[in-house]
């Protein structure tokens, strides 16, 4: 400080503008998620073990403790249906469960957090009771629509100057019977149609004679 009475300056920066920023609302919000963090008790939270080398997940079938209680090493914590069994999640050492995480009935990725831990019952009562569990499973995506599939086409046969003729006409190739070879609408076919008119029954073409 000089003669002038108290500095005016902290950290290099202006003492009235450190004053605002410690009167804004940002103070609060800096403020809020460290008073939370350091006013946790002491404690550990727990994943689902891999009670198989090849488990991936288990559901919680029911829980063996409360919170609030102790258990001693070798105590049963919950039972733990896998994809092969139902096993025992045994306690390695003592301890207290502060918070469970996961109700009975939910499937668990191994490592995802299950319960709390603390150091005595009091310090359950004092976690509060929007702790983070497992983070819900994503959706499955939607299958992508599938397209209509186009209704088979048969293709007709006939001659060249059929279709031009039934093209001229406005004749549905298709709908003429054909009487040449193997079926094949001919130009006498189309014309057939033609001068019969479009109401008139098509005329059936004659049975293949017999075989020799």
Do not use: C, Y
């Not at 359950?124 to 983070?135: K, M, Q, R, Y």
């Not at 009487?179 to 008119?197: E, F, M, Q, S, Y």
């Amino acid at each position: 400080a000089s003669g002038r009475g108290a500095s005016t300056t902290m950290w290099g920066r202006p003492v009235a503008m450190w004053s605002r920023v410690l009167a804004s609302p940002a103070r609060a919000a800096i403020q809020h998620p460290l008073r939370r963090a350091f006013s946790l008790p002491s404690h550990s939270v727990v994943g689902l073990p891999a009670l198989s080398p090849t488990m991936e997940s288990g559901t919680i079938a029911s829980w063996k403790v409360e919170e609030g209680s102790s258990f001693a090493a070798g105590d049963v914590i919950a039972e733990i249906e896998t994809d092969k069994a139902t096993v025992d999640f045994e306690a390695q050492d003592d301890g207290v469960v502060g918070r469970l995480l996961v109700t009975e009935g939910t499937e668990v990725k191994v490592g995802d957090p299950i319960m709390v831990l603390v150091e005595s019952a009091e310090d359950a009562d004092t976690l509060p009771p929007d702790l983070p569990g497992p983070e819900a499973p994503a959706p499955a995506p939607a299958p992508p629509p599938q397209e209509k599939a186009a209704p088979p086409t048969t293709a007709v046969m006939a001659l060249p100057s059929a279709r031009f003729l039934a093209a001229s006409k406005g004749i549905d190739i298709a709908g003429v019977v054909g009487t040449g070879k193997g079926g094949r609408v001919t130009k006498g076919d189309v014309l057939l149609l033609v001068n019969r008119g479009p109401d008139e029954p098509p005329v059936e073409p004659p049975p293949p004679p017999p075989p020799p």
